[in-house]
């Protein structure tokens, strides 16, 4: 859900402007002019615009043909999960976890088909009693195991020791709209940072509809791979991914402000519903990353995200094999506003992966430079005072 914390939140945290802006990293691309082997990814300068324009005067044919495998071992997005789950052993840490959303995620059942108690946080952004509740429970569980973690949750805004290393981030019922309208696309998200990076993440997603309720639980582990009810999972096979947006199903989300980013993302939908097979909008962050890493669409983008939004997510992804950037194809870390998944890049001889990226890119990195032009603010939404992290 994309929500302001609450008004005495938002004041102290939401728009603190004391973490610096920065966008030094650029998408890499390729540039078949610059080099006698004629393949060398290469990073734009500062001054490039866009630096991905020399992208579009290539055939995506030439690029796979002329590709050697050592450029592509070059081309590979930085990882965002932590290098290892700190002091808690991952099995440890992901099985209470996991028993969180569980426990968040049988309050939601319990209640997905009596009557909402809804109130609203704006003009269109929902919060009920569900959400509230199952982010209690989730807390009960965090609280009993790891009483010294620190936690901020999308209803109750941060609790605990800031100078802990480890950050939970928790959205106790992702797609609140959907949940009050009793529309299958609504989850329980709990992800946990180790100094700033994703160590652990489970994710409920509910599936059926009313009267046929059920629900699957994702989980990951830095290093220890993605799972679905306890078998692994892989972001799209090779064999099933085409080396074109045109042959991809896509996904995206839609914030509750009309703004310039909410304006330039519509146009970003036009655009990739006419080269794709299709471009989703589910409403739920959590669920649309679960399935990229299921392998059931390839790529997810959306502007306007918060950390409890994403925590878990991105880790499931990068765990399945997928890869995850900042919209401008920057580094991501959980607490930037703009997020990009995908299938990725599986190895790096699958050129085919490789350019189905840069075709994403190519569309969302200019998109992203014009938001920043006119003074979006895409600095780091909010890390929580004296929160230690190696980012």
Request: proline fraction near 4%.
């Amino acid at each position: 859900m994309n929500s302001i914390i609450g008004i005495e939140m938002s004041r102290s945290l939401v728009f603190s402007t004391n973490i610096p802006l920065k966008f030094s990293q650029k998408p890499i691309s390729f540039s078949l002019f610059n080099h006698s082997k004629l393949c060398v990814p290469q990073r734009f300068s500062e001054n490039s615009q866009c630096g991905l324009q020399r992208f579009q005067l290539l055939s995506m044919k030439l690029a796979r043909n002329v590709c050697t495998k050592a450029a592509l071992s070059e081309m590979k997005y930085p990882r965002v999960a932590a290098s290892s789950t700190g002091p808690i052993p991952p099995s440890q840490l992901i099985q209470v976890v996991e028993t969180a959303a569980k426990t968040g995620a049988e309050v939601v059942m319990d209640a997905v088909n009596k009557p909402r108690n809804i109130t609203y946080k704006g003009l269109t952004d929902l919060v009920t009693d569900t959400d509230k509740m199952s982010e209690a429970a989730i807390l009960e569980v965090g609280r009993r195991n790891f009483g010294d973690h620190l936690i901020l949750g999308e209803e109750g805004g941060i609790i605990g020791d800031t100078l802990s290393d480890y950050l939970w981030c928790i959205d106790p019922l992702d797609g609140t709209t959907n949940f009050a309208h009793g529309y299958p696309s609504f989850a329980v998200s709990v992800g946990v940072l180790f100094q700033g990076n994703p160590a652990a993440a489970s994710v409920v997603e509910f599936v059926g509809g009313p009267m046929a309720w059920n629900t699957r639980t994702f989980s990951a582990t830095a290093g220890g791979g993605a799972f679905c009810n306890g078998q692994k999972i892989h972001a799209s096979p090779t064999a099933q991914v085409s080396d074109h947006v045109e042959q991809s199903l896509l996904v995206t989300g839609f914030g509750y402000e009309h703004d310039d980013p909410w304006a330039t993302n519509i146009e970003l939908f036009k655009e990739f519903t006419d080269v794709s097979r299709g471009v989703r909008r589910l409403g739920a962050a959590a669920v649309d990353m679960c399935h990229v890493a299921l392998g059931i669409v390839e790529a997810y983008w959306e502007y306007r995200l918060k950390p409890w939004d994403m925590a878990a997510g991105v880790l499931i992804v990068e765990e399945a094999g997928g890869t995850v950037s900042r919209m401008d194809g920057g580094k991501f870390c959980v607490f930037d506003r703009s997020v990009l998944v995908s299938n990725g890049v599986l190895h790096a001889k699958m050129i085919d992966l490789i350019v189905f990226i840069m075709q994403l890119l190519e569309r969302i990195a200019p998109a992203t430079e014009k938001l920043k032009s006119k003074g979006i603010d895409f600095s780091l939404w909010y890390k929580p005072e004296n929160y230690r992290t190696d980012l």
